[in-house]
């Protein structure tokens, strides 16, 4: 991922009043390995059910604010990131609605998917299965899990930015 500035980060985000833009608290972004994702994700530390996703989209940075459901599924139960597709506990995995872009999402309309709680999936996408002569080269792994998340959020983006009907 190529790197973001904070301006970047805010006029990219598209289902927010620019009041909210304005107080978004923004990650540490000198502590950002941007080689190791495919796109920015954090919760917000004042708002714990406020997420922020940004990612490069045809060279044009494009983020929005998800939210959290404030029930948890239980850790006893597994679960999967619609965005990473990796499997782990369900308390791992949270359900998040997304107001749409424009007029759409003033109306009330989200959009909702189950994503990893701490929006890490660039992080677990590079998690890798043990060595085995069966298995591709671990490049040839996270070049694939990173191609099928970027296809995965491009498409949720798409039901964001889809004007209601």
């Not at 994700?41 to 604010?65: E, H, L």
Request: net charge neutral.
């Amino acid at each position: 991922m190529k790197p973001l500035t904070p301006d970047e980060i805010r006029a990219s985000i598209v289902n927010a009043d620019p009041d909210i833009i304005e107080r978004m608290p923004l990650p540490g972004l000198h502590e950002t390995v941007w080689d190791a994702r495919e796109y920015l994700g954090w919760r917000d530390p004042q708002a714990p059910q406020r997420g922020y996703i940004v990612y490069w989209r045809n060279d044009v940075p494009v983020g929005m604010i998800v939210r959290a459901a404030e029930n948890r599924m239980s850790r006893s139960m597994s679960a999967m990131c619609s965005l990473c597709r990796t499997q782990q506990p369900a308390n791992q995995v949270s359900l998040f609605s997304v107001p749409k872009a424009g007029e759409a999402g003033r109306n009330g309309n989200t959009v909702g998917t189950y994503i990893c709680s701490d929006l890490a999936c660039s992080t677990i996408i590079r998690i890798l299965p043990p060595p085995s002569d069966m298995q591709p080269s671990p490049a040839d792994v996270v070049a694939s899990r990173a191609a099928g998340l970027l296809t995965r959020l491009n498409s949720f983006t798409n039901e964001v930015l889809k004007p209601a009907a």
